[in-house]
């Protein structure tokens, strides 16, 4: 039995996305959120990135639970696709979170998850461990922090947070009792390093509900408003601002009805009889007394309001006299999108009063900035710190505020996923020379699949050059081969598909064998294609 604190994140370090910590000391184990990531465009066809559990598959014994810190996909949308893999062992969260997770889980006809209510200040313990949540603002409510204290002393996982001390329908972080535990003395501090680079604080949830409230008040006639699906706390506010300045509300998109309605169901928006409309029945309201909340704050190719910018949401036409809010900020990758769906807009007529990429006052990150960072340093006040949640230029900006803060260089550590981090029991720490990845996961469609770089580069490269596909078949009665020739995503002209047939003829000439015909086609046809055309497709025999 070792009596040292491994921590090891294997996801959730040197990248956004795809939360997820283990903590090991002696036989137990206890993970700290099991999220998902969001592939690049370089990653065709993936849809998910999962963490690499690999080491965990070894130990299934010891897992004594999973605690999600909230409920947002990064944290939660691994679970689906890795409880079983992991042994099913019970998930620890909160009330809103536990509802998302099923939410996600039950779609994907997966039962008996083993599922424990945890609130923030009620201590429980795992094995080694001892928990104590602490509830934390973010953009979504019902976030938590851990306190886990652990044989060799206590370790703070922040988890996403923010401070603000006016957070509309949420609670201000309970920043006495980090700071008691801060003089209590902290081993090592884990936190949130999403906006290390960004100077200053997060504008206060009060100031965006008033900001809000004069939109809806002022707006000549309609309003079409997209926010993320989950954040909750301002679709509470779209709904104050509409009650009070009597606009009906239409709800338009299937991620964010759902969200609404597992918020509604267990008790965390209230929607006032009445105030919703059918989206099908808006004409029947004057246009200066709706406001419709739609899908799309990334430009999302199927998301409501990437359509109404192409005019094909028959529902939702747009009208030179709409204010169109976004009130979200673009995730990075997705600015093209985006503009493709303003510019959209703008060509029908619509105004676009409050954009995701310059940001205004509509919209407010759900993590901290660098002076709320600096606030978490000083009350937790910890001996080693290790910046999560980030990549690394993220992460090398928090260690530069650590250090302004007092912690010693040498103490703040730069993860990378699967690097081993240990703490002994007389509090020297270190990162193993060692690291635990295994294989790579993927989600594709509903399967989890490892990650094959080859599928990946043969994918890019269809749809960068096409693909040839050559049809063989034997015509008994002609004595001589069928060939056909078919090109997808390339248009050839009858004439070069003549000579490739009579080029594939001749090869079958030469080379006889069905397999080696096939092989032989599949490499050297392409240069064959390519001198005539001046694109080498991808060949595929059948
Ligand atoms: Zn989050």
């Not at 193993?432 to 994918?459: A, C, F, W």
């Not at 390339?490 to 490739?500: A, F, N, P, Q, R």
């Amino acid at each position: 039995m070792i009596n040292k604190l491994r921590v090891i994140p294997l996801g959730g370090v040197e990248q956004v996305g795809k939360n997820c910590m283990l903590f090991e000391y002696g036989s137990d184990i206890i993970i700290v959120d099991l999220g998902v990531g969001f592939p690049g465009p370089d990653l065709p066809g993936v849809d998910w990135l999962l963490p690499n559990i690999s080491y965990l598959e070894k130990k299934l014994d010891q897992i004594r639970g999973i605690i999600i810190t909230h409920g947002h996909l990064d944290h939660i949308g691994g679970i689906p696709f890795l409880i079983h893999r992991l042994g099913n062992p019970p998930i620890f969260a909160t009330r809103l979170t536990i509802g998302l997770i099923e939410g996600r889980t039950k779609e994907l006809g997966l039962r008996n998850l083993k599922f424990n209510t945890i609130e923030a200040n009620k201590v429980f313990t795992l094995g080694s461990f001892k928990i104590d949540p602490f509830h934390v603002v973010h953009n979504i409510p019902d976030s938590v922090g851990l306190s886990i204290t652990t044989p060799i002393g206590t370790v703070i996982h922040t988890g996403d947070f923010k401070f603000d001390d006016n957070p509309g329908d949420q609670r201000p972080v309970d920043k006495k009792k980090l700071k008691r535990i801060g003089d209590e003395g902290v081993l090592a501090l884990f936190s949130d390093s999403t906006n290390a680079e960004v100077s200053g604080h997060t504008l206060s949830e009060k100031e965006i509900g008033e900001k809000i409230e004069e939109i809806v008040r002022q707006a000549p006639a309609r309003i079409i408003f997209t926010s993320f699906s989950t954040l909750i706390s301002r679709i509470h506010q779209a709904i104050v601002a509409c009650q009070k300045y009597n606009r009906k509300m239409a709800i338009a998109g299937f991620s964010i009805k759902k969200s609404i309605a597992i918020a509604q169901e267990l008790g965390y928006i209230k929607i006032p009889p009445g105030l919703l409309i059918d989206v099908k029945n808006i004409n029947q309201y004057p246009d200066n007394k709706l406001f419709i909340l739609v899908t799309g704050t990334q430009g999302e190719e199927r998301s409501v309001m990437t359509r109404i910018s192409r005019g094909q949401y028959y529902m939702v036409k747009i009208k030179k006299s709409d204010s169109v809010i976004f009130s979200s900020s673009a995730i990075p990758g997705n600015e093209l999108a985006i503009h493709r769906t303003m510019n959209g807009l703008i060509d029908q007529g619509a105004k676009i009063i409050y954009q995701p990429i310059l940001g205004a006052g509509v919209h407010s990150s759900g993590h901290a900035q660098r002076e709320e960072l600096k606030e978490m340093l000083n009350l937790i006040k910890p001996k080693f710190f290790i910046p999560i949640e980030g990549e690394h230029y993220m992460q090398a900006q928090h260690i530069e505020l650590a250090k302004e803060s007092g912690i010693k260089r040498e103490n703040c550590f730069m993860l990378k996923n699967g690097n081993v981090l240990e703490i002994d029991e007389y509090q020297g720490a270190k990162i193993l020379p060692q690291k635990v990845n295994g294989l790579s996961l993927i989600v594709q469609g509903k399967m989890v699949k490892v990650l094959e770089r080859d599928i990946i580069v043969t994918r890019r490269k269809m749809a960068d050059v096409g693909v040839c596909i050559i049809s063989i078949s034997f015509d008994r009665k002609r004595g001589q081969e069928n060939i056909q020739v078919v090109f997808l995503g390339l248009s050839v002209g009858d004439k070069i598909i003549s000579e490739i047939k009579n080029k594939v003829r001749n090869f079958i000439k030469k080379y006889g064998t069905k397999k080696r015909v096939k092989l032989t086609i599949e490499s050297r046809l392409g240069d064959f294609i390519l001198n005539k055309i001046g694109k080498k497709p991808v060949v595929a025999v059948v």
